[in-house]
């Protein structure tokens, strides 16, 4: 089993609102990221946990707040968001160590439309 | 740190022709190169990968890439597309020494037409 999966695949938010993004995986993996892709872009590092601690938080603003229960488990809180926040959330997970070499496996991503 | 430039934003082509992607990239230190797909609204997947070995990597759905550190290119082909193959491809880098996280490159949408 290769999937990663994540809920919602769609969320349509007012920028008052509290929410939050789900990813799970079952293969194992100690290492799991989130990335936010705007429409005809690459996807940009948001968040690196290892071993369900934070490893890298790419200077992302305080409105965006994850957190790993477990290691299969992660999730991205959403709160007082932009509208310049819209875009498709990918959520990836990869064996375990950043040395470079692993496979990272990508979530169908959660498309969030901030009004 | 390292960078990965696509040279072509959009690649058009003929159903059953053959196709290059192209890749360059930059680093002070050796790397490891990927080449992932996006279909639409979904998800990127893996191609292939170059971790080391021989420089020619064959990878799924009959894509291949050829690993050329003179040239510093890491270029995607395919000697024959179907419609299904339309698609983004993200060429990607990561280090290969201490802590490295995935660099992609802006994206190659690869249109294919009857």
């Known amino acids: 089993d290769t999937e990663v999966t994540q809920t919602p695949k769609h969320l349509v938010m007012g920028m008052t609102n509290k929410k939050s993004l789900k990813c799970e995986q079952h293969?194992?993996?100690?290492?799991m990221y989130w990335y936010k892709q705007k429409a005809k872009k690459p996807p940009e590092l948001m968040f690196v946990?290892?071993?369900?601690?934070?490893?890298i938080n790419e200077s992302v603003p305080s409105r965006f707040s994850p957190e790993c229960p477990n290691s299969s488990l992660l999730n991205l809180h959403l709160h007082a968001l932009q509208p310049e926040d819209s875009a498709l959330y990918l959520c990836?997970?990869?064996?375990?160590?950043?040395?470079?070499?692993?496979?990272?496996?990508f979530g169908p991503g959660t498309r969030l439309t901030v009004l | 740190a390292q960078s990965v430039t696509q040279l072509d934003s959009q690649v058009p082509v003929f159903e059953e022709a053959p196709v290059e992607l192209r890749c360059n990239y930059s680093?002070?230190?050796?790397?490891?190169l990927f080449w992932y797909v996006q279909y639409p609204n979904q998800g990127l997947q893996l191609l292939l990968k170059?971790?080391?070995?021989?420089?020619l990597v064959k990878g799924i759905n009959g894509f291949e890439a050829e690993f050329n550190k003179s040239q510093t290119s890491f270029h995607l082909r395919k000697p024959s597309v179907h419609i299904s193959d339309t698609a983004e491809y993200f060429c990607?880098?990561?280090?290969?020494?201490?802590?490295?996280?995935?660099?992609f490159g802006k994206g190659t949408m690869l249109l294919v037409s009857p």
């Open positions: 990836a997970s990869s064996q375990d160590d950043l040395a470079g070499t692993d496979t990272q496996y």
């Open positions: 293969m194992g993996h100690r290492a």
């Open positions: 946990y290892s071993y369900e601690k934070l490893s």
């Open positions: 680093s002070s230190v050796s790397v490891y």
């Open positions: 170059y971790l080391s070995g021989s420089t």
């Open positions: 990607a880098v990561s280090g290969s020494s201490g802590y490295s996280t995935l660099t």
